[in-house]
Nanobody, 124 residues
Framework: QVQLVESGGGLVQAGGSLRLSCAAS????????MGWFRQAPGKEREFVAG???????NYAGSVKGRFTISRDNTKNTVYLQLNSLKPEDTAVYYC??????????????????WGQGTQVTVSS
């Protein structure tokens, strides 16, 4: 079992930045594929970014060039740097862990563990 705890959300003006963190409980964290998703009210949960154990990354088109995912395996933590924020980025952001890499890592069903989420609100 892996417990994931997100932090770093908040209220920011458009154009601003935030850094989200997700701390994992397992010492085998480095073996997991980690992803960030977000869910706005009335919308489905959508993939934001993912990172392989070796550090390769993948991004949704809507955030590419603005968001950066990274991980520190020594701290069992994955980060999401959010820059140039827009009001449409407002959502609850979730981190997720997958113990194997499946065909479609942008699909929430590919993940085994989820955090509780952290709210990001971007004002115009």
């Amino acid at each position: 079992q892996v417990q994931l705890v997100e932090s770093g959300g908040g209220l920011v003006q458009a154009g601003g930045s935030l850094r989200l963190s997700c701390a994992a409980s397992r010492r085998t964290f480095s073996n997991y594929y980690m992803g960030w998703f977000r869910q706005a009210p009335g919308k489905e949960r959508e993939f934001v970014a993912g990172i392989w154990s070796g550090g390769s990354t993948n991004y949704a088109g809507s955030v590419k060039g603005r968001f950066t995912i990274s991980r520190d395996n020594t701290k069992n933590t994955v980060y999401l740097q959010l820059n140039s924020l827009k009001p449409e980025d407002t959502a609850v952001y979730y981190c997720a862990a997958a113990n194997i890499v499946r065909a479609t890592m942008s699909n929430p069903q590919s993940y085994d563990y989820w955090g509780q989420g952290t709210q990001v609100t971007v004002s115009s």
